[in-house]
């Protein structure tokens, strides 16, 4: 049985790892994020997603990006009966931690299938501290 695969294939494990690592990637997020000096940009590829179905939150120092996609695809003959009927359904996330951010200036776009965050950083004040005499 093992000569039908290629010889790369000829180890089921080796396979089905290959097979489940093209399954995952075709499945991740890709994600660039760029810092400047004053806030970091992401982006994220969302080909197909609406913009309705996208949430990204901030909390706990932690940026999140969640998407939903579903398609259905039908195929009826001439009197309307299914010859074919399939639904997909694909649920994405990714989460970064990104610690002080200027959460109440968050801007997100969403254009042509490409998610872009603009997340300013907080403008941290050195505090000299107070000099306490000894007695």
């Known amino acids: 049985m093992a000569d039908l695969f290629p010889r790369s294939f ?31 940009e992401v982006k994220a590829d969302l080909p197909g997603i609406n913009k309705e179905d ?46 002080d951010i200027d959460e109440e200036n968050i801007k997100a776009t969403f254009e042509n299938g490409v998610l872009t965050l603009e997340l300013p950083k907080k403008i941290v004040k050195e505090i000299h501290g107070k000099d306490i005499p000894i007695g």
């Open 10 to 40: 000829s180890d089921g494990e080796e396979m089905i790892g290959r097979l489940m690592n093209n399954f995952w990637q075709d499945r991740s997020l890709a994600t660039d994020i760029k810092e400047f000096d004053s806030y970091y």
């Open 54 to 99: 996208i949430k990204v939150t901030y909390a706990n120092d932690t940026l999140t990006i969640r998407a939903k996609h579903t398609a259905n695809n039908e195929e009826k003959d001439d009197d309307g009966h299914y010859l074919r009927r399939e639904r997909t359904s694909s649920t994405y996330e990714r989460s970064f931690a990104m610690k």
